[in-house]
């Protein structure tokens, strides 16, 4: 199975907000609302941010969001920080009892 | 506070086998999913399999199935992957997460370990 579509690299200056796409089919994204987000730092392991679209786990800021819309997942950084820069992962069930993963985002923060 | 690490790790040449473990800590390891995830150096996250807190149901990345097996013993805390006829392309950073759920196919993975490392290599 494909990987989710993710854009290569996101960039903004603090302060602003930025969003990251995450595409997939109507097998998965499309089909169901199991989708979450991850933050990779360098050298770090991964953090779940957001999960079933829209939640967020406690101890993560409300800088962040989740929606989705048909087939495509959107995670949402406001007032960005330097702190914000890292790897970005979406995951959705990929409705054959497995799951997939984005090919990941970069975010810069000018 | 809940912590999972990961062990097991190291080099090992191509058609051999390994099998890692996690010992997890800090949470009732019978309630809850459990999934490896694996990342080549320098590249994204790849889901390799997960498994149900009574390993009822396991779900495997397609291209793994029948090469990797997915395993857990809740007496002892301990998830393990046994990775057979391991293949240069198998050479990652092998990270054990937990769900939040006590069924693996949500894939909300809120607590991870730091890795081992496997390199296949002649």
């Known amino acids: 199975q494909s990987a989710l579509t993710q854009p290569a690299s996101v960039s903004g200056s603090p302060g602003q907000s930025i969003t990251i796409s995450c595409t997939g089919a109507?097998?998965?994204?499309?089909?169901?609302?199991?989708v979450s987000w991850y933050q990779q730092r360098p050298g770090k392991a991964p953090r779940l941010m957001i999960y079933?679209?829209?939640e967020r786990p406690s101890g993560v800021s409300n800088r962040f969001s989740g929606s989705k819309s048909g087939s495509t997942a959107s995670l949402t950084i406001s007032g960005l920080q330097a702190e914000d820069e890292a790897d970005y992962y979406c995951?959705?069930?990929?409705?054959?009892?497995?799951?997939?993963f984005g090919g990941g985002t970069k975010l810069t923060v000018l | 506070e809940a912590q999972l690490v990961e062990s097991g790790g190291g080099l090992v040449q191509p058609g051999k086998s390994l099998r890692l473990s996690c010992a997890a800590s800090?949470?009732?390891?019978?309630?809850?999913?459990m999934h490896w995830v694996r990342q080549v150096p320098g590249k994204g996250l790849e889901w390799v399999a997960g498994?149900?807190?009574?390993?009822?149901?396991?779900g495997y990345e397609d291209s793994l199935r029948g090469r990797f097996t997915i395993s857990r013993d809740n007496t002892k805390n301990a998830l393990y992957l046994q990775m057979n006829n391991l293949r240069l392309e198998d050479t990652a950073l092998y990270y054990c997460?937990?769900?939040?759920?006590?069924?693996?196919?949500?894939?909300?993975?809120?607590?991870w370990g730091q890795g081992t490392l496997v390199t296949v290599s002649s």
């Open positions: 997460a937990k769900d939040k759920y006590s069924s693996y196919d949500r894939g909300f993975m809120d607590v």
């Open positions: 800090g949470f009732t390891f019978d309630d809850y999913a």
């Open positions: 498994i149900s807190w009574n390993s009822g149901m396991k």
């Open positions: 109507n097998t998965d994204v499309g089909t169901f609302n199991l």
């Open positions: 079933d679209a829209t």
């Open positions: 995951c959705s069930y990929g409705g054959r009892f497995n799951l997939v």
